[in-house]
């Protein structure tokens, strides 16, 4: 079947909770009104108010909440109706939905999924903008998860509901409806906790994710024009990182680019650049570089365009690094 982003995503959540009863949604306004872009859509009509309940502003309370259900015996997945309001439920998901396997020594555990849009480019507010997942990778014991496409976003989903541990599922708004896709029906499981390489390449690495996916396939493109061939590779869960599978592309490629659009200090492009120069130096024929968002808060519409990462910049990138 052919579909956006949002429309697999509620597909994941209703096949999923056909599936196992154990299932909960909650969240603000998830249930009459399907959430604000509608992904919860239909849900309350198909479970009833006792699987799919509406929660009051009380982002902390939510999850707070959840972490009850999760810890004896039910599945939710919470909604934070967008990342920059998740900050209120930092406590509770630092403090407890991460900690909560290691401090009971496994006599509890925490399968709880929080969904949140996150990224700007769709022209919101700053608080309805934000990319600060580096915040929730820094965590251990939380798994962090960005699709890049409505194939990835169900199978993606369906896996992290069916972990036994906490995900937390970033869903980039700019991507939500901007493309459809074939979805299997049916149920399947992307795995959680491996990157994929998106597209092949022989003469330099773009790492990246989420919305920022579609900006390296639009660079590489116009590359390839020119004669160069760059590898895409998606890193689909942040955290834990698929190390393995970055290395692998830069040490044959031997040029390596990290693209996001969070700010640029202490993002996640951080990290993946210590990494390769941890585990590749010897095979890099130039530094990495990173193209991201620069160090502001989110501007307001008028001038957003000028704070998101686009193809012409990540071209700029990339001829400093064959130049080199």
Same mark, same amino acid.
């Given at each position: ?53 509406? $929660?009051? %502003? ?6 707070? +909440?959840?972490? =009850?259900?999760?810890?004896?015996? *039910? @599945?939710?997945? /919470? ?93 980039? $708004?700019? %991507? ?6 074939? +979805?299997?029906? =049916?149920?399947?499981?992307?795995? *959680? @906790?491996?990157? /994929? ?128």
């Amino acid at each position: 079947m052919i579909m956006t982003m949002v429309q697999a995503i509620n597909q994941a959540l209703a096949g999923e909770m056909e599936r196992d009863g154990r299932i909960v949604v909650l969240g603000e306004d998830v249930g009459r009104d399907g959430g604000v872009f509608r992904v919860t859509e239909g849900l309350i009509d198909k479970f009833g108010p006792e699987r799919v309940m509406d $929660t009051p %502003l009380a982002e902390s309370g939510a999850i707070g +909440v959840a972490i =009850g259900m999760a810890a004896l015996g *039910l @599945r939710p997945v /919470a909604e934070i109706q967008f990342m920059g309001f998740i900050y209120p439920a930092f406590n509770q998901i630092v403090t407890h939905v991460a900690r909560l396997r290691n401090r009971t020594r496994g006599r509890f555990t925490a399968p709880l999924t929080i969904r949140t849009p996150y990224g700007a480019g769709v022209k919101a507010l700053e608080h309805h903008s934000e990319s600060t997942e580096a915040l929730f990778c820094h965590i251990p014991g939380l798994t962090v998860v960005v699709p890049s496409s409505p194939y990835e976003a169900k199978g993606l989903l369906v896996a992290a509901i069916r972990s036994d541990d906490p995900v937390l599922f970033l869903e980039p $708004t700019k %991507l939500y409806r901007a493309e459809k896709q074939e +979805v299997p029906e =049916g149920p399947y499981e992307v795995p *959680l @906790r491996r990157a /994929a390489v998106v597209r092949e390449g022989r003469d330099l690495t773009i790492v990246a994710w989420g919305a920022m996916i579609p900006v390296a396939r639009a660079a590489a493109a116009v590359a390839e024009a020119d004669g160069v061939s760059i590898e895409i590779v998606d890193l689909r869960t942040l955290s834990p990182m698929d190390r393995e599978t970055v290395l692998e592309s830069v040490k044959k490629t031997g040029r390596a680019l990290v693209l996001h659009e969070a700010p640029k200090t202490c993002g996640l492009g951080a990290e993946i650049a210590a990494t390769i120069g941890e585990s590749a130096l010897l095979s890099l024929n130039a530094p990495v570089l990173r193209v991201t968002a620069p160090d502001i808060t989110v501007p307001l519409p008028k001038t957003e365009d000028l704070y998101y990462p686009n193809a012409d910049r990540v071209l700029r990138a990339v001829r400093k690094l064959m130049e080199y």
